[in-house]
């Protein structure tokens, strides 16, 4: 009886162990990680304080959105809209901790911005397999185009 009684101990600390152990395609919050993102022109230093900008020329609006943080990085995306139709969407940030991050964003982010400009509005289908990503992605584009006052014409 004794002896079943460590080993059933032993096991339960072992899947413990298992559990709690951290891949190297998680999240580093070490202090000397490398930046897990990607900036463009216009990306805020700290993301907590980007609340996104408006720029308008005539008719056509620029609109950036906040610095929406996930799990897999920050997403931010800018908004141009001409003519009452938002006519490109542009990734200002997007996660790249890590190269099977990029490579699920290499395809992610253009298919998103594909569905985006024909709905010409923020409520799309996320990417299978990018979740984390697509609802940055809506969030910051749903963001900029409130900011921008923009309503889509049915």
């Known amino acids: 009886m004794r002896r079943i009684t460590m ?4 096991t339960i ?3 413990v162990l298992l559990f709690s152990y951290r891949t190297s395609t998680g999240a580093d919050s070490s202090p000397s990680a490398t930046p897990a993102v990607v900036s463009g ?7 907590g304080r980007s609340r996104g900008t ?8 620029v609109a950036d959105g906040p610095v929406v943080q996930t799990k897999r990085g920050n997403v931010q995306v800018q908004a ?5 139709r938002i006519t490109e969407i542009t990734p200002m940030t ?5 190269s099977r991050s990029r490579e699920i964003n290499k395809h992610a982010v253009p298919q998103l911005r594909t569905e985006a400009l024909a709905a010409q509005s923020a409520q799309i289908d996320a990417v299978s397999g990018a979740t984390a990503t697509s609802e ?3 969030e910051s584009l749903q963001a900029a185009l409130d900011g921008a006052h923009f309503k889509a014409k049915p």
Do not use: K
């Open 13 to 15: 600390a072992v899947v």
């Open 54 to 61: 408006i720029a308008r020329s005539g008719s056509s609006t």
């Open 7 to 10: 080993w059933f101990l032993a």
């Open 80 to 84: 141009q809209i001409s003519g009452g």
């Open 41 to 47: 022109p216009g990306a805020s230093a700290d993301p």
């Open 94 to 98: 997007v996660p790249s901790t890590n």
């Open 136 to 138: 940055g992605y809506t």
